[in-house]
């Protein structure tokens, strides 16, 4: 069975800084896809990124971009200029490609210091 | 506009009594997920569907059912043989394609055991 694991249960960073979530997943499969998603305090989930573990390049959205790395099972999340918007829980999601089953880590919750 | 319906938003009921949550989505999505959310435990899969008649059994089926007779609708019933139901519940939706297809959320449902 599929796993995701978060490890860093709280991170802070300063305004402007840049931080980097890390998440590390075990699969037997080849081919999958995965997310981040961003839950605020309203608890609304949104997507951030997403990647296809077919393609070498990583994925980028204006201020967030993943470095995955196929072989060592690990999808990292950088957040470059953070901004007091970003602060909010982030959550690593795994799809299987063969049955669309989908399972998240235990989440990250990211403080942003004025 | 299309998104995901959950109802009700907030819920009590006594210990000892089912309870069913809704979920209507107008999105002409196939593929529909229920998942629960604790503090520290991430969002958990508790069932999913990719086709009307079909669901598939998450990793923390025991004591919660599903049903999908139509496209549209994937209601959880929390039964009493749920040990520990009081909970944030979170439905979610996504098409079926070659791509690295995003869930869309719900508002979630919240459910107090009184």
């Known amino acids: 069975a599929q796993t995701v694991t978060q490890s860093q249960p709280e991170m802070s960073v300063q305004e402007a800084e840049t931080v980097t979530l890390s998440c590390t997943y075990d699969?037997?499969?080849?081919?999958?896809?995965l997310f981040w998603y961003k839950q605020p305090p309203s608890r609304q989930m949104i997507l951030v990124i997403r990647?296809?573990?077919?393609?070498?390049q990583n994925a980028t959205e204006n201020r967030f971009s993943v470095n995955f790395q196929k072989a060592a099972k690990s999808f990292s999340l950088k957040i470059s200029d953070s901004q007091l918007g970003d602060a909010a829980m982030y959550f690593c999601?795994?799809?299987?490609?063969?049955?669309?089953?989908?399972?998240f880590g235990k989440g990250t919750r990211l403080h942003i210091l004025p | 506009d299309g998104g995901i319906t959950q109802s009700p938003k907030y819920l009590f009921r006594k210990e000892g009594q089912n309870v069913t949550l809704s979920c209507e989505q107008n999105l002409n999505h196939d593929a529909m997920y229920w998942y629960r959310q604790d503090p520290g435990q991430g969002l958990r899969l508790i069932y999913y569907?990719?086709?009307?008649?079909?669901?598939q059994k998450g990793d923390i089926a025991e004591g919660y059912s599903v049903s999908r007779e139509k496209k549209e609708s994937f209601p959880l019933t929390v039964t009493s043989a749920q040990k520990n139901p009081t909970a944030f519940y979170l439905c979610?939706?996504?098409?079926?394609?070659?791509?690295?297809?995003?869930?869309?959320f719900g508002a979630g449902s919240r459910l107090t055991v009184l």
């Open positions: 999601a795994y799809r299987s490609y063969r049955d669309d089953k989908i399972i």
């Open positions: 990647q296809e573990a077919y393609k070498q």
């Open positions: 699969t037997s499969e080849s081919d999958y896809y």
């Open positions: 979610a939706s996504s098409i079926i394609s070659s791509g690295a297809n995003v869930l869309t």
């Open positions: 569907s990719q086709i009307v008649n079909d669901f």
